[in-house]
């Protein structure tokens, strides 16, 4: 009987001690407030993008993991002048509707978006006062998401299409 009890014990402990482990992972992509990441971007004219997650989603945790925690991935977003926000779908922070600049929370602003699926990118276009420039459902790598940002950066995004872009060898 007291094995048992120690099994028992022992399962439980791993299971907390796990559970635990993954509300922090879950926690940690909100940790940055996205109110004051938008408001500067649209101060200093960066071009925003606006990145909708939910807690349990995998992809999620995969882009930050592989993409946007990397160090190279966040010097060529600097290089670029470009700023992300995460967003939580299900949250009731106040953020800004970068279009028409009203405040709301993340449930509403996701919802004025219509995000369906998780991660869900949207750009903003400074140049054209924060109007919605695009719109990307679900993961990407980070050499695609590099890329991308290269694009905006070298402002061929005004000039031509992203796969014109690359197939004229990343040149306008």
């Not at 349990?56 to 991935?73: A, G, R």
């Not at 991308?148 to 995004?157: A, T």
Request: charged share 30%; hydrophobic share 40%.
């Amino acid at each position: 009987m007291k094995r048992y009890l120690l099994i028992l014990s022992l399962i439980i402990a791993v299971f907390i001690n796990f559970s635990c482990k993954e509300t922090e992972n879950k926690v940690e992509k909100f940790k940055v407030d996205p109110l004051p990441v938008i408001e500067d971007a649209m101060k200093n004219k960066k071009f925003l993008i606006l990145i909708f997650e939910s807690e349990s989603c995998q992809y999620c945790t995969k882009l930050h993991k592989e993409v946007l925690d990397n160090l190279d991935f966040k010097q060529k977003l600097i290089k670029n002048n470009v700023a992300i926000a995460i967003i939580n779908v299900y949250g009731d922070r106040e953020v800004i509707d970068p279009e028409t600049r009203k405040y709301m929370n993340e449930q509403i602003l996701a919802y004025v978006y219509r995000v369906q699926s998780f991660p869900t990118l949207i750009f903003f276009d400074p140049e054209k006062n924060y109007k919605k420039y695009a719109v990307i459902p679900g993961y990407i790598n980070r050499e695609r998401f590099s890329n991308i940002l290269d694009f905006i950066g070298s402002s061929c995004y005004e000039k031509i299409e992203y796969q014109k872009w690359l197939t004229n060898g990343k040149s306008c």
